[in-house]
């Protein structure tokens, strides 16, 4: 069975992989960095739904679901609370420091503006649906989707830039156009 050893942070900075198998000691590891598969898998589904004439809600959710679950662990992975549980995704996200001591409310105005209605979407309306929401739920068109993604893009690369991570060793998960 293989060992499998959950390095969050360094597994994008020391392989620019969100896979790397390595050998040491007789023994084989993987690491895997969550975070990051489910912004490629979010990506993967994206380009998937583009190839189809009529676009419904049942193919957008599971978009904004792994969007929301990659930026939940990409934050609650680095957060420095001693709480057992991880925050909300708006609480993680809108408490992170960047190593200018910017939070992204004064990091970049529009983009705050954007996370909210990302976070909305996916905490309110994706994550915990019901019968009253149905109807702002079925309003979610492709163009919810398009800033989604680039939203999560811009926070990911803001993220990585404030654990100063050298572009060449992320560009290629985050140089999209949506």
């Known amino acids: 069975m293989q060992n499998f050893e959950f390095i969050p942070h360094y597994a994008i900075y020391q392989t620019g992989a969100h896979e790397l198998v390595y050998s ?3 023994s084989i590891a993987e690491i ?3 975070q990051l598969q489910y912004w490629c898998d979010a ?4 380009k998937n739904i583009q190839k189809k004439e009529k676009i419904s809600i049942q193919s957008l959710i599971p978009i904004f679901l792994l969007l929301g679950q990659s930026l939940v662990t990409l934050f609650g992975l680095n957060n420095k609370t001693n709480s057992k549980d991880t925050p909300p995704l708006f609480q993680l996200v809108t408490k992170f420091v ?3 001591n910017k ?3 004064s990091f970049d105005r529009r983009l705050y503006e954007n996370f909210k209605r990302l976070d909305h979407i996916y905490t309110n309306l994706i994550k915990h649906p ?3 929401k149905m109807t702002e739920i079925l ?3 492709i163009q919810d989707l398009k800033q989604a993604l680039e939203t999560t893009q811009e926070i990911w690369i803001w993220f990585l830039d404030s654990m100063e991570i050298e572009k060449e060793n992320y560009e290629k998960y985050f140089s999209e156009e949506f």
């Not at 990506?43 to 994206?46: P, Q, R, S």
């Open 24 to 26: 040491e000691n007789d």
């Open 32 to 34: 895997i960095n969550l």
């Open 43 to 46: 990506k993967i589904l994206y």
């Open 98 to 100: 960047d190593n200018k």
């Open 103 to 105: 939070k992204l409310s």
């Open 130 to 132: 019901s019968s009253n």
């Open 139 to 141: 309003n979610l068109k």
